[in-house]
């Protein structure tokens, strides 16, 4: 059976600008290793967040001085300063492990936040490896929200 191979990242990041004109979806998820494409994808987000008047929250596991127990309030509370709030999780992978056949803390967490009708703003999740088949690559082509596989350019040498 052949695997349907997502367009290229530069495309990717084409569609993305398109699609966020209109406001930003519930939940974005940005999978990939090519750390320069998840950048610029960040840049487009935070942009159209600020233009529509969103407060920022950023998490980033990777930082010395993540704490997780911000990054879930954060997704549960309500902002202070606006009335939405952008949140982006970075490098959460090891935090969207499931444990046995639960799914982790910070996959309810960031589900029942983008499902709560009541609360607007948006989630950016950005994992170097996430299965396509995880909750929220699922939840975030459910709520019609982009999930981008932003891969290394060249995969593989070319054939010339």
């Keep these: 059976m052949a695997t349907k191979r997502q367009a290229a990242p530069p ?23 090519e750390r320069w494409f998840v950048e610029e994808a960040l840049k487009l987000i935070t942009a159209k967040a600020q233009a529509d008047g969103l407060e920022l929250s950023r998490h980033d596991a990777s930082d010395p001085e993540f704490k997780g127990a911000l990054l879930m309030d954060d997704l549960v509370a309500s902002p202070l300063f ?15 492990k499931k444990s ?10 960031v589900s029942a936040a983008v499902q709560d009708k009541n609360r607007g703003g948006s989630v950016v999740v950005t994992c170097r490896k996430l299965r396509a088949d995880h909750a929220l690559c699922k939840l975030a082509k459910e709520l019609k929200g982009p999930v981008l596989e932003l891969r290394k350019l060249w995969d593989s040498p070319p054939p010339w």
């Design 11 to 33: 495309q990717q990041l084409a569609e993305l600008a398109r699609s966020i004109k209109g406001g930003l979806p519930r939940l974005i998820v940005l999978r990939g290793e």
């Design 82 to 96: 606006a009335t939405e709030r952008l949140v982006i999780a970075r490098n959460v992978e090891d935090l969207l």
């Design 100 to 109: 046995g056949k639960e799914s982790s803390a910070l996959t309810r967490a």
